[in-house]
């Protein structure tokens, strides 16, 4: 069955660097999109990054772009989110998520989710 187990997070000061993994198992994942989600309190889960597994395309939302990188290892079946600059408005819980969709690059459900990594970004 499909499973996301998520690493990296952490504490970090502001303007700090942090990299969060994502390794998934369970199936073949290279039709699947590859997201990673945040929800910080009192506010809506936003999806900050996604992949298309088979041909590498990436979404990246305003607010993370040019700070965010996300990538995937093929040989470790793992989707990394390199954050860079970050600022006390990243603070959240950040998810990784799958779909088996091509580039499922919006808000919508995905149809599985990690147990989540909290991210907190001191000032």
């Known amino acids: 069955q499909v499973q996301l187990v998520e690493s990296g997070g952490g504490l970090v000061q502001a303007g700090g660097s942090l990299r969060l993994s994502c390794a998934a198992s369970g199936r073949t994942f290279r039709s699947y999109t590859m997201g990673w989600f945040r929800q910080a309190p009192g506010k809506d889960r936003e999806i900050v990054a996604a992949?298309?597994?088979?041909?590498?395309?990436?979404y990246y939302a305003d607010s993370v772009k040019g700070r965010f990188t996300i990538f995937r290892d093929n040989v470790k079946n793992t989707v990394w989110l390199q954050m860079n600059s970050l600022n006390p408005e990243d603070t959240a819980v950040y998810y990784c998520a799958a779909q088996n969709s091509p580039y499922y690059f919006n808000n919508r459900a995905y149809d599985y989710w990690g147990q989540g990594t909290q991210v907190t970004v001191s000032s």
């Open positions: 992949i298309y597994w088979r041909d590498g395309k990436t």
